[in-house]
């Protein structure tokens, strides 16, 4: 009895408490806002709930800013037909897999699907109801007494789902994604619950990049949404082609709220750059206002690298959208058996949110008075008076029989499904992990003490280990479902805009990404409408060419530059060449400047035109010296030649064979032997022939054994030596003799200089001696062609290069050698064979003179005389001295 009493007394206590808690409770909980959710609902008598969250509407609806009032959560506006699809999708899903035998044969789902407006807000409304249990959200508690919520499916872009995220993870509940990509969702410890079936952006950034490798293009612009999915994939994706030396162009970004100013910037931007190639990383909504400016400007000279997000969108592939030749990356497609039905088998006044599509779809009104009121305003506006039809059935009244599959809908389009069959599998990936956790055997489950969860009432932490942990495989396509760290394998399907021939944009597979190579076949790549031959280029700059070098301009990406073409000497083999490479010494640079090619080996050779020629020369010269010795032998006893000192005439005739043929030894290619042969014999054959020429051929051989010495102390220390001249020509290496000593060379060649001089002026002394035959004048005459020729060949000289430079310096031995036989022998030759009448001793004699003294033949012997006395006195003068 006693504790009857105590008992009595506790619930009484308690009671107490619980009417002082409900009496607090009215007194201090008020509902701080009304929130405006629309979707789908079905949670009677179902053993558990999923959620789902799709982007229906692409806006909310501006509010009136009433503050009056109750605040209520704006409406929905923009009817989206692919994200409608998306929704009908899991409910089909759901559906299948209540009629399913093998997969939760015992559990019937229920769901809760609500419209996220494409706007976080939204999507935070709909999360905290789905954590409430009820119309009227109570964060951290979860009221009602229904079926338990098993997972999240949602809640679309990766900015919603960003948001939905942070909250789901705070209460460990599931949250299994088809279309949010963002790489910033990876994060477990931001968002510990978030899975999804769609892959990771930072494998479509990746797979962009090399794409934009693969085709070479290193000039390409940058478009991203302002929201999360846009930042991050743009973000990566910049990080890796600029890795890889590519330059962007321009980065603009999509503004969330609709701004013509700033979509009118980034489409002068784009029309400004020269960058073919732009990558767009955002939604089909927030794409669409910047395509359809981009069509008023008729801008249709880009090829545009999609994201999954809007690369199968038929909001951005409308009639007139040009922007054919796009290509993208799509998540995998497959084809859902029984979809299509069930998409065009809808109950228009089922729901609301059908009736808004059926309304939208067919533009009419399920709503009969709305359609009376419409025709009445209609009528009204036209000329007043309200007509019968009007009274009757209205115009713009949906009769709820309209065919959907009449219609080229995106809706009922199942040609592209690829995250309408995501949906699919996330709502199977909740479902196998539900059927897990259904059949787990007692005394083997996962949990403390190896027990299970019960179907009934689970915790979400519960079913979360069996969401990280599903592996299945999808119906229909045999695809294997599981979860690395929250995320599926990276594959993607390269598609490509191309015209079909009904005119209309085809989706086109060229090529795959498997999550770490990338296959295309560019035989089937379209751009701009027009099948090319060979994918477009992309680049601030042509490649600069093997032959010329890049020039970085200042100021500007390193993309930009200028090809500057290598200097002689220098190639570059490689294409974008940073330096130009100088050749090594006996090679030169070909015309491209692309190779280093020997250098042209050139001498003055033996059996080229102008080496033939002055051999012939050469050797003429010496035949005709040899024929005036034999004239001279011939007529030696007469009295012209007894006159001269035969002696000195043969010497002289020797010399000048001599100089002759010397000139051949500098033909040829240079060789130590013909080197200081050539040098020694010219040098040793003027001096005889000048000594001989003065008559001093007596001085000559007191001398001459100086010269020869002096030439081998020449030819001993520093002989002349055959040498590579690559100086002179850049593009020849000349063969030619180095003197070896310049001093040497100098001094010898002085020696006969000297001599030469002293030869003119003894004879322009005795230039005007009174002889018949004046030999002295002809000496005169001979020695000013020899200084004629040699002082016109120092200049002729200097200005040749190579082999000409030889050619010259023979044809001054040449002429020299010619002018001196000429012009004294030629009139000796002339007497003895022309004029033999005048080879008399009558006209070897002086004629005498009143006013002279001396007596003097004036032949070369007289010369001789006169020049070796004066040569004599002017030793002993020196002497004295």
């Known amino acids: 009895l006693r504790s009857m009493e105590i008992s009595r007394f506790l619930c009484g206590l308690c009671a107490f408490f619980y009417l002082y808690q409900s009496v607090s409770a009215e007194a201090t909980c008020k509902l701080k806002a009304k929130f405006n959710l629309s979707g789908y609902k079905n949670v009677e008598k179902k053993k558990v709930v999923i959620g789902g969250m799709f982007p229906i509407h692409k806006r909310i609806a501006s509010s009136d800013g009433n503050t009056s009032r109750l605040p209520v959560s704006s409406g929905c506006e923009g009817f989206n037909f692919r994200t409608f699809r998306w929704t009908q999708t899991m409910l089909f899903a759901i559906d299948e897999i209540n009629k399913r035998t093998d997969l939760l044969p015992n559990t019937d789902l229920g769901y809760v699907i609500y419209d996220s407006c494409f706007t976080i807000s939204k999507a935070v409304e709909g999360t905290l109801t789905y954590l409430t249990g009820q119309d009227e959200a109570v964060p951290n508690y979860r009221c009602g007494t229904g079926a338990p919520l098993a997972a999240l499916v949602g809640a679309g872009g990766s900015d919603l789902s960003i948001a939905t995220a942070r909250i789901m993870g705070l209460y460990h509940f599931p949250q299994v994604n088809y279309f949010s990509t963002c790489s910033a969702l990876q994060n477990k410890f931001q968002f510990p619950t978030f899975l999804r079936v769609i892959p990771n952006d930072k494998h479509q950034s990746t797979a962009m990049a090399k794409l934009v490798l693969h085709f070479g293009w290193t000039w390409v612009g940058t478009i991203a949404a302002d929201d999360d999915y846009g930042k991050y994939g743009i973000k990566d994706f910049k990080e890796q082609v600029e890795e890889a030396g590519v330059c962007i162009s321009f980065s603009e970004t999509l503004p969330k709220v609709s701004s013509p100013e700033d979509i009118q910037r980034i489409v002068e931007t784009v029309v400004e750059s020269t960058a073919k190639i732009i990558v767009v990383f955002s939604s089909d909504v927030d794409l669409s206002p910047l395509v359809l400016e981009l069509l008023r400007h008729n801008v249709t000279n880009r090829t545009w690298i999609a994201s999954e997000a809007w690369v199968t969108s038929a909001l951005i592939n409308q009639p007139g959208v040009m922007l054919g030749g796009t290509l993208g990356f799509g998540v995998k497609r497959a084809d859902i058996p029984g979809l299509q039905q069930h998409l065009l088998d809808l109950d228009p006044y089922a729901d609301p949110l059908t009736e808004t599509f059926w309304e939208t779809l067919f533009n009419c009104t399920l709503d009969y008075s709305k359609a009376v009121r419409q025709a009445r305003q209609r009528a009204k506006e036209v000329n007043g008076t309200q007509p019968r039809a009007a009274r009757a059935v209205p115009d713009g009244l949906c009769t709820g029989r309209e065919s959907v599959a009449k219609l080229d809908n995106t809706y009922s389009d199942v040609s592209q499904l690829r995250i309408t069959y995501n949906v699919y599998k996330a709502v199977y990936a909740v479902a196998h992990a539900l059927h897990n956790l259904e059949h787990c055997k007692p005394g083997q489950g996962p949990f403390t003490g190896k027990t299970c969860a019960d179907i009934n009432n689970f915790e979400p932490w519960q079913l979360m280990y069996y969401m990280k942990n599903v592996n299945f495989k999808v119906p229909n396509t045999e695809e294997e479902i599981f979860f690395t760290n929250g995320d599926v394998e990276g594959f993607y399907d390269i598609i490509n805009w191309q015209v079909n021939s009904g005119g209309e944009i085809s989706y086109i597979v060229i090529g795959q990404y498997n999550g770490s190579e990338l296959e295309v076949s560019n035989n089937t790549f379209t751009i701009c409408y027009f099948q090319l031959s060979s994918p477009p280029r992309s680049v601030c700059s042509e490649n600069c060419q093997p032959g010329t070098r890049k020039g970085i301009r200042q100021g500007e990406p390193v993309c930009c530059f200028d090809c500057i073409p290598c200097a002689d000497g220098e190639i570059s083999n490689l294409t974008n060449a940073r330096e130009c490479i100088l050749c090594s010494e006996d090679y030169w640079s070909n015309d491209a400047h692309d190779e280093c090619v020997p250098k042209i080996i050139e001498f003055l050779a033996f059996g080229e035109p102008l080496g033939i020629t002055l051999i012939v020369i050469s050797a003429f010269g010496a035949l005709v010296t040899i024929a005036v010795g034999v004239v001279l032998i ?225 032949t070369s012997a007289s010369l001789a005389t006169a020049g070796t006395e004066i040569t004599a006195t002017t030793a002993s003068t020196a002497i004295d001295d």
């Open 634 to 858: 011939v007529n030696l006893g007469t009295p012209l030649v007894k006159a001269n000192d035969a002696l000195l005439s043969f010497t002289l005739l020797f010399s000048l064979v001599v100089t002759f043929l010397c000139s051949i030894v500098f033909l040829g290619e240079p060789q130590p032997w013909s080197c200081m042969t050539s040098q020694v014999a010219l040098a040793l054959g003027f001096a005889l022939c000048l000594s001989s020429i003065m008559g001093l051929y007596t001085l000559y051989k007191q001398r001459h054994n100086q010269l020869f010495i002096a030439c081998t102390v020449w030819l001993i220390v520093l002989p002349p030596h055959p040498v590579k001249n690559t100086s002179s020509q850049n593009i020849k290496i000349i063969l030619e003799c180095d003197e070896g000593s310049v001093v040497f060379i100098c001094c010898i060649f002085a020696y006969d200089i000297l001599l030469a001089l002293l030869a003119f002026i003894f004879a322009f002394i005795a230039r005007k001696l009174e002889d018949h035959f004046s030999e002295a004048k002809c000496v005169t005459f001979g020695m000013l062609v020899f200084f004629i020729v040699w002082i016109s060949f120092v200049p002729a000289y200097l200005s040749t290069r190579g082999k000409f430079m030889v050619a010259v310096q023979i044809f001054a031995i040449l002429a020299s050698s010619f002018g001196l036989l000429t012009c004294i022998f030629l009139p000796k030759c002339y007497i003895l064979l022309v004029k033999p009448e005048q080879n008399t001793e009558e006209m070897m004699r002086a004629r005498s003179k009143p006013r002279d003294h001396l007596v003097s033949t004036g």
